[in-house]
């Protein structure tokens, strides 16, 4: 059985990682701030969630939306 060889394409590829990478890491840690933040003020459980959840799901849109076009 015959190997295929990748590497030409590892430049593409660690392009590909990198993007996919800012596109999870960036929202998440966002996420998590406003939750933080949030919660420091004291603000329910339940509201903080949702808020943190919206934050994160605009986030995941505007950096797909930069990465990607």
Known sequence: M???D????K????????????????PLV???IVK?????FKIPNG???II???VLLVLFYRTFQIVVG
């Open 2 to 4: 015959e190997k295929i």
């Open 6 to 9: 990748f590497s030409p394409l």
């Open 11 to 26: 430049g593409q590829m660690n392009h590909m990682v990198i993007q996919i990478a800012l596109i999870i890491v960036i």
């Open 30 to 32: 966002a996420g998590l």
């Open 36 to 40: 933080w933040i949030l919660r420091k």
């Open 47 to 49: 509201i903080a969630n």
């Open 52 to 54: 943190s959840v919206l």
